[in-house]
């Protein structure tokens, strides 16, 4: 699942020359449902846009309240095209969930979002329908969000970074070992002056950093 959060001090949405949700400050949130996004996905997407800090403190510092704390409005619309994948210069959107499905998706995420919030500070456009969007970009501050893959354990950055110097770690004791063996095979023959100037010396050299 992917999102496009965007901090705002007005945005609506227009259907057929009618104008059919609006809100003041607060976020407007692009969603787009991947084929293979589950209730998983849809919660952690909820909790990481109620929660995202785009919003300044009572004293001015920026990055430090989210949409909840400020008790703003949030305007979320259906946009199955964050799933393009290009062929060539022609957008392909068969990562998006079908329309059939997605539907139910989109509303039970609209659903997990005002339960998890305030319903009446929760507007939308309307799925499936020919819509414009009109966006009062504040900063302008725009967000993406991407949930996990599902089955995929190693998303999370921490867990890829101990997973990246574990193996650093793997490859600096390989590199040591042969020289270390070759360090013992070699502290014999110091004493032997006539061989010291020569497999003694390529050795020396190999061990150069």
Not at 30 to 48: F, N
Not at 155 to 178: N, V, Y
């Amino acid at each position: 699942m992917k999102a496009v959060v965007q901090r705002v001090t007005r945005a609506s949405v227009t259907v057929g020359g009618e104008q059919i949700s609006v809100i003041g400050r607060g976020i407007c949130v692009l969603l787009g449902i991947s084929l293979e996004d589950t209730q998983k996905e849809l919660e952690h997407m909820v909790r990481k846009i109620l929660n995202l800090r785009v919003f300044e403190d009572e004293s001015g510092k920026h990055w430090s309240k989210s949409v909840m704390d400020k008790q703003y409005e949030i305007l979320c619309v259906s946009q199955f095209t964050l799933q393009c994948v290009l062929k060539g210069n022609k957008p392909d959107f068969h990562l998006a969930m079908p329309t059939e499905q997605a539907e139910g998706f989109y509303n039970s995420f609209l659903e997990q979002l005002r339960k998890t919030y305030r319903p009446e500070l929760i507007k939308d456009g309307k799925f499936g329908a020919y819509m414009q969007v009109h966006i009062q970009n504040d900063g302008p501050v725009t967000i993406e969000l991407e949930s996990p893959a599902p089955g995929t354990a190693t998303s999370d950055p921490k867990q890829l970074s101990k997973l990246e110097k574990q193996q650093q770690r793997k490859e600096k004791t390989r590199a040591k070992g042969p020289s270390e063996s070759s360090k013992e095979r070699n502290t014999p023959r110091k004493e032997d002056r006539s061989a010291s100037s020569g497999a003694e010396g390529d050795v020396s050299s190999e061990r150069e950093p």
